[in-house]
């Protein structure tokens, strides 16, 4: 998927977040943005989610002004672990079985929930987990939805380094697949390797878009 930023700006009443902000990414391109707490990366996100409303003409999806979209499809979203509020009694069986269109148990689906190591609590209320255990589950459904677009905001907080590694390798493997990929993070090492682009926010609304690689073109 093709996203087209276009003199974005975006207050929460007073206070400006985003100052005209521009860039764009090709489809399979890999965005990691970066940015101290408060610089407005979740933010930036939710204009990209339609969950904050922002003027018509800047944001494109496929060269389509998102206003004009009724219902995303094929975007997988896995939101910030701080945003987790489930305290309702459901298991992860039934979280990730209606997250998926096929509704049977087939190679793929096994496939997503042994890579995020999720067997071991797959008929445990969602109560129960800990919260890289809620993280890993959030990326398991936003994977079985076959995402054209997966949005990470901040995956490896809390996950322990060998399901950080695991969340790397299936990283690799979607962008070999051509998915569109934004990254929220923190962590400077994380799949440092599969950026294509990297948007740097600051608290005073400047913000920065680097392009891995132009620097040898020159
Ligand atoms: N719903 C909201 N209403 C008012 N201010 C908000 C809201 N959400 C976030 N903010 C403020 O906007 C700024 C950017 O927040 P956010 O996008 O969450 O930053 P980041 O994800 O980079 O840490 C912060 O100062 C935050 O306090
Ligand atoms: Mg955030």
Redesign the pocket.
């Known amino acids: 998927m093709r996203i087209k930023v276009n003199d974005l700006s975006f207050s ?2 007073q ?1 400006t ?1 985003l100052n005209h902000l521009s860039f764009s990414i090709n489809t399979g391109d890999f965005l990691t943005i970066t ?10 996100i ?1 204009c990209l989610l339609k969950l904050h409303k922002i003027p018509n003409g800047m944001i494109y999806m496929d060269d389509v002004d998102i206003n004009e979209i009724k219902k995303y499809h094929n975007i997988g979203y896995v939101p ?1 672990k701080a945003e987790f509020n489930y305290e309702f009694p459901i298991t992860v069986k039934e979280i990730l079985s209606t997250a998926y269109q096929q509704r049977t148990y087939d190679q793929f689906y096994k496939s997503i929930v042994s890579s995020l190591n999720l067997n071991k609590f797959y008929n445990e209320n969602i109560n129960n987990l800990s919260g890289g255990q809620l993280q890993r589950l959030f990326i398991a459904r936003a994977l079985l939805i076959k995402p054209r677009l997966l949005i990470l ?1 901040e995956p490896t907080v809390g996950i322990d380094q060998e399901n950080v590694n695991n969340l790397y390798q299936i990283l690799k493997q979607l962008k070999n697949e051509k998915i569109t990929i934004i990254l ?1 993070t923190h962590d400077q090492e994380f799949a440092k390797d599969l950026y294509d682009h990297l948007l740097h ?1 600051d608290e005073d609304t400047n913000y920065t878009f680097t392009t891995i690689g132009d620097d040898k073109n020159v």
């Not at 940015?35 to 930036?44: E, P, Y």
Request: glycine share 22%; proline share 0%; aromatic share 10%.
């Open positions: 929460y009443g206070k977040i940015g101290k707490n408060g610089s407005g990366k979740s933010t930036f939710k910030q905001d929220i926010l």
